[in-house]
């Protein structure tokens, strides 16, 4: 079992590659998660997480993160991602993330991305008190890919 995460931030970051594959690497080399192994997870942010601005994590470790990407080899594409997470009042309970990305501006994806947080606290009964929103937009050259991730990780 997983310890469970007490430290967050929002990363997002564009580049491009020969290959899809290497685009999304160099994405997340910089975003500052490519020497990491990504477990992906769904979309609750942890009681009592801490926001950083920025992790410390050693190469090779397990990464949770919630995240969004896209890969366009189609010159001229616009193509964006966007993460947010919603806090309520009380920083003791959870949190929601909400993830994002296609071929759309990058105000299109945060748009996504807020009005999905608001819809899921809505239907937890929950009160919001804050969004925090990370994103990213690029016109694919030759071929592109967008990131945008909530990585967890611990004290």
Request: charged share 20%.
């Given at each position: 079992?997983m310890p469970t995460p007490e430290l967050?931030?929002?990363?997002?970051?564009?580049?491009?590659?020969?290959?899809?594959?290497?685009?999304?690497?160099?994405?997340?080399?910089?975003?500052?998660?490519?020497?990491?192994?990504?477990?992906?997870?769904?979309?609750?942010?942890?009681?009592?997480?801490?926001?950083?601005?920025?992790?410390?994590?050693?190469?090779?470790?397990?990464?949770?993160?919630?995240?969004?990407?896209?890969?366009?080899?189609?010159?001229?594409?616009?193509?964006?991602?966007?993460?947010?997470?919603?806090?309520?009042?009380?920083?003791?309970?959870?949190?929601?993330?909400?993830?994002?990305?296609?071929?759309?501006?990058?105000?299109?994806?945060?748009?996504?991305?807020?009005?999905?947080?608001?819809?899921?606290?809505?239907?937890?009964?929950?009160?919001?008190?804050?969004?925090?929103?990370?994103?990213?937009?690029?016109?694919?050259?030759?071929?592109?890919?967008?990131?945008?991730?909530?990585?967890?990780?611990?004290?």
């Amino acid at each position: 079992m997983m310890p469970t995460p007490e430290l967050y931030t929002l990363v997002a970051a564009a580049a491009e590659g020969e290959k899809g594959l290497t685009a999304f690497d160099q994405a997340l080399l910089k975003a500052g998660v490519g020497n990491v192994n990504l477990i992906t997870v769904s979309s609750i942010l942890p009681p009592g997480a801490e926001f950083v601005e920025e992790l410390e994590i050693p190469p090779g470790s397990l990464l949770p993160i919630a995240y969004g990407s896209i890969t366009s080899s189609q010159p001229g594409a616009i193509i964006a991602a966007a993460v947010a997470v919603g806090i309520g009042p009380d920083n003791n309970e959870y949190g929601v993330i909400m993830e994002f990305s296609g071929h759309c501006t990058r105000q299109e994806a945060e748009d996504e991305v807020k009005q999905m947080v608001t819809e899921a606290f809505q239907y937890r009964g929950r009160e919001l008190k804050e969004i925090k929103v990370a994103s990213v937009e690029h016109r694919v050259v030759r071929c592109g890919s967008v990131f945008a991730g909530i990585p967890l990780w611990y004290k």
